[in-house]
């Protein structure tokens, strides 16, 4: 169904080449940033009060570019595999079925790489949840469910670009990006259900998926006219939507929902404690961040921002608000203490509403449980 392989290669072709630095630069960076996710682990646990007791097993592994797409790829296979049998035994089972699943791999496989080349160039660093181990990229120690461990990925030359294209202070900003993926890095070892929930509501997700080929095509193309604006027809206006949010059934927009204030809670937290332990250990983290929010709300040239809407990298950068937000909001209420009872059950979590409003899931965890 998919060709990894040809994923990989198409990306690497395809790939941006990163700022020019000399070898002994790339060395001091690598070793720099491995300083500082190191450091990170004691600021952030301190910080948020998680995980003082635990372990870190998970490697910090400082990649390229092609190297964040090799990573990629090996957690798209162990996440999608499931669902990818599914397919292919559907597939199989029809007249001609081998001989098109041959061709849609290598289709697939190419369009895989082009989206990874585009993403290559714009992610910082990656706490990869589901990351499966690899010649040249080992994961964490196997879970209780016989998965591999997470691993956390910090792209040096994507960091050193946006470090030179602000104009800020090379060092801080380097610990500045370690300290949010730092921050995942221990919301997922310090809360051992939570890989599991996220992965059993990305599994019930993907099950939702009508597989067969007709009517996914039929969904990529209504979803291609709404974006592109040429559906008249429609009452609903799905232009600023994505294509992920468009192609899915009732089910899966309901398990789209938790997700949504799942990943919301998780890139609010980050960010929310990356800018609580700045101000000690970041000398110019004011700079940084304002220099950073103006870089996140001006993007790029218009076809970037079209990519970003149809990929629904938009919505991303909106869970980074909402979340953050929520955090604040809570933690002013209730306190550090208190807000970490978030992390109490999958029950505790926030809804998609409660992201909105702080004061229902206060009401709802804290009240509830002092009457």
Request: proline share 5%; hydrophobic share 40%.
């Amino acid at each position: 169904m998919v060709d990894w392989n040809l994923a990989v290669a198409t990306a690497t072709r395809l790939v941006r080449p990163g700022p020019e630095v000399s070898r002994d630069e790339a060395r001091a960076i690598v070793a720099e940033l491995r300083r500082h996710a190191k450091a990170s682990e004691e600021h952030v646990r301190g910080f948020t009060r998680m995980g003082e007791d635990v372990v870190h097993d998970t490697p910090v592994l400082v990649v390229d570019r092609p190297g964040w797409v090799r990573a990629n790829v090996a957690g798209f296979r162990e996440i999608l595999k499931p669902l990818l049998d599914k397919m292919q035994e559907r597939r199989g089972s029809s007249p001609g079925g081998a001989v098109l699943g041959a061709v849609g791999g290598k289709v697939t496989g190419v369009e895989l790489g082009m989206l990874l080349s585009f993403l290559s160039s714009r992610v910082l660093g990656q706490y990869e949840t589901f990351a499966p181990a690899t010649r040249d990229l080992p994961a964490g120690s196997a879970t209780a469910s016989g998965s591999g461990g997470g691993r956390l990925l910090l792209v040096a030359p994507n960091i050193v670009h946006v470090e030179r294209e602000l104009d800020v202070q090379p060092h801080d900003f380097r610990l500045w990006v370690c300290l949010h993926e730092e921050t995942h890095r221990t919301q997922f070892t310090a809360v051992p259900w939570l890989r599991d929930h996220l992965e059993g509501e990305i599994q019930s997700f993907l099950g939702e998926t009508e597989v067969d080929p007709m009517t996914v095509l039929e969904r990529i193309r209504e979803a291609a006219q709404s974006l592109s604006g040429s559906r008249p027809d429609t009452e609903e206006d799905d232009g600023g939507r994505s294509l992920v949010e468009i192609v899915q059934t009732p089910a899966q927009r309901e398990i789209l929902g938790r997700l949504t204030a799942v990943m919301s809670l998780l890139e609010g937290h980050a960010d929310f404690v990356m800018d609580g332990v700045g101000p000690a250990v970041v000398p110019s983290v004011a700079e940084i961040r304002e220099k950073f929010q103006q870089r996140r709300a001006k993007g790029a040239s218009r076809l970037d921002l079209a990519l970003r809407k149809l990929l629904g990298l938009d919505a991303k950068l909106r869970q980074y608000r909402d979340g953050e937000r929520f955090v604040r909001a809570v933690v002013d209420e209730v306190g550090m203490d208190g807000f970490n009872r978030v992390w109490t059950s999958p029950n505790t979590l926030p809804t998609k509403a409660e992201i909105a409003k702080p004061a229902d899931w206060v009401a709802r965890v804290h009240r509830k449980s002092e009457s």
